[in-house]
């Protein structure tokens, strides 16, 4: 099952909600403007600019603004305002049916990708992009490009190659997200079904020697052996150790996968810098990777 879910159109309502860390009410209010001149309605969820610790709120009170936003027939999109940690807390607490009778777009990264996955195993498409905390740093391709994939515009996304890309051309099911939040995943009720797919993969501020550690995960999960094609994207401001680890991170990722005959691109516009564009998870992709350039179309 691959669960559609319906193209916006302006004056649809969408709701931002904070299921995960608090953030400045300054960034939520700038992407509700950006919304609104886009056309859409736009409803904050009630306990979106609360604080609770590190948190947004309580588990009970992030819960009940996702599942208000869930339940609620008129919101078409649920926007998530950030990430950092919460998602896992709250992710079994959300009853998910309604998304099987009503499919609707849930958006973010990063920490969001345990609903993401969620999504995956219940067979609906959810979009991996960015989140209000970004949206006045954002370059304009991310912004508009999620405004494309709201509104069901034609879409692809192509990048310059580098070096170390590995050639090739793949079909399949695009998954991922946040590379240390899938590894927390493998094993659980919410790892991703890996066959025959195309895997995406992003991460912030982790050391050189737990994305290797990460890899070596997916490899004896048997997610290396399963996937069609590998997609990094921004694994930004990575750390190292002193004395080094000794391979820097295109390099390491590619000693995990040189022997398996697929394509693999770095350097993709997706994730965590300025340039995130919208992807489609759950969708059916095109994946090629030539001498000149990095195409993905869905």
């Known amino acids: 099952m691959n669960l559609n879910v319906p193209k916006l159109s302006k004056g649809d309502k969408i709701a931002i909600v904070a299921p995960a860390k608090s953030i400045d009410k300054k960034q939520v209010f700038f992407a509700k403007e950006f919304f609104e001149s886009n056309g859409f309605e736009v409803v904050l969820g009630k306990h979106c600019l609360g604080s609770y610790n590190y948190f947004s709120g309580t588990e009970e009170e992030r819960v009940s603004d996702f599942q208000s936003a869930l339940d609620d027939p008129q919101i078409k999109a649920i926007i998530c305002a950030r990430g950092g940690y919460g998602c896992v807390q709250i992710v079994d ?10 499919p609707k777009w849930v958006v973010g990264f990063s920490d969001i990708t345990v609903f993401h996955s969620r999504l995956e195993h219940l067979g609906v498409q959810s979009i991996h992009g960015t989140m ?27 990048c310059d190659t580098t070096p ?24 659980t009720n919410d790892q991703i079904d890996f066959v025959n797919s195309v895997l995406f993969i992003e991460d912030l501020t982790e050391y050189i020697y737990k994305i290797d550690r990460m890899f070596y995960s997916l490899q004896k999960a048997g997610v290396l052996d399963q996937i069609n094609g590998l997609i990094v994207g921004g694994i930004t401001e990575t750390l190292d150790t002193e004395p080094p680890f000794g391979l820097p991170l295109e390099e390491l990722i590619i000693s995990h996968i040189k022997y398996r005959n697929i394509p693999v691109a770095f350097g ?21 990777v030539r001498e000149d350039e990095t195409e993905l179309s869905f």
């Open 93 to 102: 607490k959300i009853q998910w049916a309604v998304m099987l009778r009503a």
């Open 132 to 158: 209000p905390l970004n949206f006045a740093e954002n370059s304009q391709d991310s912004l508009s490009s999620l405004i494309s994939v709201l509104t069901g515009n034609p879409y692809k996304i192509t």
């Open 164 to 187: 170390n890309n590995t050639l090739g051309r793949a079909r399949g099911r695009l998954v991922g997200g946040n590379l240390s939040v899938l590894c927390s995943l493998l094993g």
């Open 268 to 288: 993709f516009p997706s994730g965590h810098f300025n340039d995130n564009r919208a992807l489609i998870l759950g969708a059916t992709v095109s994946f090629l």
